[in-house]
């Protein structure tokens, strides 16, 4: 798929690996339409950029949000989702069990969010024009090496980056007779507003576990990847590790 002139949804695309893939894909010529609860500068913003306040766990809002793009471009080219809130928290903690809302809400957030967001918006990608080899569009999600190597303390975190992983294929194989792509990404530790919330001595355990190289992701790179994935067909119904070989202990 060439990039260029093409249309694109980015989720939580207002900091960290979303923002990264919003800027490399508007680099590359396409429109990027970036969806997020956090609200935006309008300032922020290129010319080929725009700003969608927009809560993935609500039906309406994604309705909306794909309503606008259809409004505005007439078309959707693809998906990169990459809203997502972290947790960490035992089953069986000091204080007592693990609370079910704080489960619930990242399993809302993460796979149910991504889910919603994937059905409404390949509803218009289904409907757009055919590119080159058939292909209508391609959805990229993000997964996280937790869903493999999950530690301590990330149950509810690992279910929803598991079930991310879980539905690729699945997804692509039906999506598939569409002409839509589906590929997740299962990013390392990378240096993100995520990882602001760990301590200096965590980060720095984390980063010698990274075979090489040697230091957190830079979301550039993650936004390099997801546009060579948008690039090359072949790529589909795969989860990729962008990860310097670490595997979490």
Known sequence: MVISEGVFIVTGGTSGLGWAAAQRLSQ???????????NIETGTLNGQQQFVRTDITDQEA???LVQFVEKEYGKLNGVINCAGIPL??????KTGPHSMEDFARVIQVNLIGTFNVIRLAGELIAQSPVQSDGERGVIVNTASIAAFDGQIGQAAYVASKGGIAAM??????ELGQKGIR?????PGIFSTPMMETVSDRVRQALENQTVFPKRMGNPKEFAELVRHIIENTMINGEVIRLDGAIRLG
């Open 182 to 186: 589906v590929v997740a990404v299962a």
């Open 88 to 93: 960490a928290e035992r089953v069986l903690g």
């Open 62 to 64: 994604v309705s909306q």
């Open 28 to 38: 590359c010529g396409g429109h990027v339409v970036i969806a997020d609860v956090r």
């Open 168 to 173: 690729t294929l699945p997804l692509a194989r």
